[in-house]
């Protein structure tokens, strides 16, 4: 079965809103083994519409409609479907019912044009709205299942996973079971790596692995197609194995985990606490592991050490290396992270220091970045040069961080201490 | 000009991000009166892509397309547009030069496909990426204008901005000028914003009046449409000052300026320093602060108190607040700020205390947080109760506190000091 998706709706064409719901059936429909191969959005206007109906039955055999099923005049998506597929619109009892109790339940009047929300196109396998009043529609013609979904994503979401999922499941034929698997590496770019395992993307076809930039990371998604779910298991795991025999000094974790949430487990496993001294990333840092529930139990606090005097009186920066070594520099970012660890009694001090820009800072250009970490008395600071706008700079410094922090805790051992 | 917006890339089509980029352009050209009526999203397949360029060039004749353009083997959105219109790919000597610079700048080896982003259709007009490598292009034949814009939104935007939107002001006709503006509220919700204008959203039909909820910020977007420029903004004048006459004690700023960005620049016109002292939080507010080139005229530094001792120890709040009032408390919200103030000599302490959940914490319940503004020796400190998730309450507590600050310093003398 293929799918497309086509939304309806003024706003998105002017860009008030993100086509959200694009998003989350793609992902849906992926879970459930049915290909989607376009997005189409068109306005609120009947002709064009029509127009993208048509094209979309030509290449597609699954079309979910989304949005323009309010009570409003502009609201005209099964009025055009209707008609397109030369059906009536006919009251539906148990919809209109849902409306009054509604409006009942709000304390309202039932208006005319909620009543027009009841209306259904005949012969319409009806998908009720549990957190809202237009109801969704299933039509199976021979050729192709059409599906009308309300637009709010808080009416469509909760609808196709409790009603619209079904629908398509039963009589209908899936391509068999998807299962995907993403890899997340730190520390080497989309081109390097697709370089390193060029080979293995040409000849994987199941599972197909895509490479995929962002933030300067790389993830690698793996998707696995069979009818088994233990046998794509097993293909996921075979073709992991092969990537990281090549590449896993980069690798640092799965699917949706952040760096950040990676260190944050290191550290708890580890029984370590951390404390941060930040220049250039303004509590970027901290802000992130802070972001992670429980984060008390890892961390400790910080010093957001943007001024000179900060990191001077209050993180004892020695006056001679502000002097002759300059805050952006590998001296201060040592003493930093080895104060800041003293200073608040924890096992793990970090430090950011480095010119974010737009303008450079003594002299260093933008993007040079100093990154201390200190733990059981020893203390390591490594050099960056990073590219990119202000915020890139900043967010990329607090990932290497906690990537150069996750390799020193791979090697540290307690009893060292 | 009608224009149509077509995103390339599998990663649409398997819900792993959403189409912002084609809101972004959107919202773009509407401001400069270009009509859009069509999004599509196709994935990494030329032949599908092929397609949809046909389907557009019927409907369309400005046609922008995005992603695709990278060094990577699925990257193929250049090659199909060269291909479909017979033209060939050239090297682009200043491309690859700063192809080259990016590379030596992060101490990297050129790679053979990092060459690749150098190709451009021959004869195209080539727009520059100022934070990446693959340049745009713009191709121009009789009966359409295409667009080839990179996929990732840090380069897409400021290369639209600051080269794309020229290109198509160059020698276009556009339907009439569209000029919008955003109105931004804080610390009223939708509905109620909605309510007491709801009169003039229904009246007003130009501008018209579209009121749009994110992130715990209401915001109304004005549109205006007049040949002439100066009478669009006089629409605009109109009804800005009708409606900030019923909610501009909400109202805080215009268009894309956040309440951090306003604050920042209140802090700079009045000459203040600021120091934060952050708890719940975790670094939110000042790394916001920071976020905002040319921070350091007004942020001094900060500490993340997140554990009670780095509250007692570090910023000294008393013992027996901590044991009689708890750290949740609006006595200890008033000693961080005041004492945030003094350790780091600023002229402004603002401080962050509460829970931000899943968990309650002092007996008190999730969403309950406390804020301090300590400025000239006077110190505020005002308590609020918030809903949502972890990130929700994180996010909104250093708004309310930028919101608050705002306030205070609308009544702020510097002689009284």
Do not use: W
């Not at 050729?143 to 999922?165: A, D, I, S, T």
């Not at 550290?267 to 370590?272: C, E, P």
């Not at 990119?388 to 607090?398: M, V, W």
């Amino acid at each position: 079965m293929n799918g497309e998706i086509i939304a309806v709706g003024s706003e998105l064409l002017l860009g008030q809103i993100a086509n959200t719901n694009a998003q989350f059936l793609s992902k849906q429909l992926a879970d459930i083994g049915i290909n989607v191969f376009y997005h189409t959005v068109a306005g609120d206007n009947s002709n064009r519409l029509k127009s993208v109906i048509k094209i979309a039955e030509q290449r597609s055999n699954l079309i979910i409609l989304t949005g323009g099923l309010g009570p409003t005049k502009d609201d005209l998506t099964k009025e055009t479907v209707a008609s397109h597929l030369g059906k009536r619109l006919v009251l539906n009892e148990q919809a209109l019912a849902s409306i009054q109790s509604y409006f009942q339940k709000t304390n309202r009047q039932l208006t005319e044009n909620s009543r027009k929300q009841a209306l259904v196109i005949e012969g319409s396998e009806i998908l009720p709205n549990d957190y809202g009043m237009a109801p969704g529609m299933v039509i199976k013609t021979k050729e192709c299942v059409y599906m009308l979904l309300p637009g709010p994503p808080k009416e469509l979401e909760p609808m196709f996973l409790k009603y619209g999922k079904a629908a398509l499941l039963n009589g209908s034929k899936t391509n068999g079971k998807i299962i995907s698997r993403v890899l997340r590496f730190f520390g080497i770019g989309e081109a390097a790596l697709e370089t390193k395992i060029e080979d293995l993307i040409d000849e994987q076809k199941n599972p197909t692995i895509a490479p995929l930039a962002s933030d300067g990371e790389v993830v690698l998604r793996l998707t696995a197609s069979h009818s088994d779910n233990g046998e794509a298991t097993r293909l996921l795991d075979e073709a992991e194995k092969k990537i990281l025999a090549r590449v896993g000094q980069f690798f640092y974790g799965y699917d949706s985990s952040t760096l950040f949430h990676v260190l944050s487990d290191k550290l708890k496993k580890a029984k370590l606490t951390i404390a941060a001294a930040e220049s250039l990333t303004g509590g970027l840092f901290q802000q992130e592991l802070t972001a992670i529930p429980g984060a008390s139990t890892i961390f400790k606090g910080g010093v957001v050490c943007y001024a000179t005097e900060i990191k001077r009186d209050i993180l004892k920066v020695k006056d001679e290396t502000i002097r002759e070594k300059g805050v952006v520099s590998p001296e201060c970012a040592a003493e930093l992270a080895e104060n800041i660890r003293k200073l608040m009694s924890a096992d793990v001090g970090i430090s950011f220091t480095g010119v974010a820009g737009p303008d450079s800072q003594e002299g260093k250009p933008v993007g040079t970045v100093f990154i201390g970490v200190s733990i059981a008395g020893k203390t390591e600071v490594k050099e960056f040069q990073l590219g990119g706008t202000r915020d890139a700079i900043r967010l990329r410094t607090a990932k290497h961080g906690s990537f150069l922090l996750l390799k020193v805790l791979k090697t540290y051992r307690p009893d060292v201490s």
